[in-house]
């Protein structure tokens, strides 16, 4: 299994920008996503990349989040754009679909004036 370090959260302003990323402990042929919990809510994908480079999003966050990916450097990053103040949480990466590698400590996003 993956060991999985995301890196990358803070405190910003509405309509700020982010960037996150997560670094993997070895190459991986799987999907892999970015996953957010916010307090009291259930963990949530928001984004999923190939190895080819297709991508999904979550309706929530279309247009606002990029996710992409560098297998030589086995590294995936989120780009957060213009955010909500729904868009605190903290963010975690792992497989797009289970079974799940060890879930790292995330990191804290939250989006506040």
């Known amino acids: 299994q993956l060991q999985l370090v995301e890196s990358g959260g803070g405190l910003v302003q509405p309509g700020g920008s982010l960037r996150l990323s997560c670094a993997f402990s070895?190459?991986?042929?799987?999907?892999m996503g970015w996953y957010r919990q916010a307090p009291g809510k259930q963990r949530e994908l928001v984004a999923d990349?190939?190895?080819?480079?297709?991508?999904n999003y979550a309706d929530s966050v279309k247009g606002r989040l990029t996710i992409s990916r560098d297998a030589a450097k086995n590294t995936m990053s989120l780009q957060m754009n213009s955010l909500k103040r729904e868009d605190t949480a903290v963010y975690c990466c792992?497989?797009?679909?289970?079974?799940?590698?060890?879930w790292g400590q995330g990191t804290q996003v939250t989006v506040s004036s």
């Open positions: 990349i190939a190895l080819d480079g297709t991508t």
């Open positions: 070895s190459f991986t042929l799987h999907v």
């Open positions: 792992n497989r797009a679909v289970a079974p799940y590698d060890y």
